[in-house]
């Protein structure tokens, strides 16, 4: 039982927003978004990746479906804007699950945009080709748990 509650509490909410108010380093934040845009010449980096947090297979397709059907609705940002982006910018969603585990403790979304709408897509870790354009704080991104 112990698993369920955990995974539960990695559940994505259908009532999540984007903040889109000015933040200096949204990194710092427990939960945030940043939109990217692809680069003509990216920057080469290296580096470990850690691993993301094992929220399980039905909780994972949750969470995209629900975080495409937001994203598409247009009704996740905090405020009536668009967001000025174009043909295959990517929108990366993160998350920390378990504020209180050092490693896997996080899952990251990625979204990119096509033909109009968004769709998921894999997450570059390094985003080598990928320059940042705006970012902010998530609020409201887990369901709450239920007594």
């Known amino acids: 039982m112990k698993s ?14 984007l903040c ?6 949204v ?19 290296m580096g470990t990746i850690m691993p993301p947090a ?13 975080l495409t059907k ?17 043909e295959n910018y990517i929108l990366e969603l993160h998350f920390t699950c378990f504020p209180e585990l050092y490693a896997e ?6 979204f990119i945009y096509k033909k109009g709408k968004w769709l998921e897509t894999e997450y570059d870790h390094f985003g080598n080709n990928l320059g940042k354009i705006q970012g902010g704080k998530i609020v409201n991104p887990f369901k709450k748990l239920k007594n």
Do not use: R
Request: hydrophobic share 35%; with cysteine; glycine share 6%.
């Open 27 to 45: 990194e710092i934040l427990k939960h945030y978004w940043v939109l990217k845009k692809p680069l003509e010449n990216g920057i080469f980096m």
């Open 70 to 86: 937001q994203l598409n609705d247009g009704n996740c940002f905090d405020k009536d804007v668009m967001l000025i982006h174009g």
């Open 54 to 66: 094992n929220i399980g297979e039905e909780i994972e397709n949750y969470n995209i479906d629900t």
């Open 4 to 17: 369920f509650s955990i995974n539960y509490m990695c559940t994505i909410s259908d009532k999540l927003k």
């Open 20 to 25: 889109t108010c000015k933040t200096e380093d």
């Open 105 to 110: 403790n996080y899952i990251v979304y990625a």
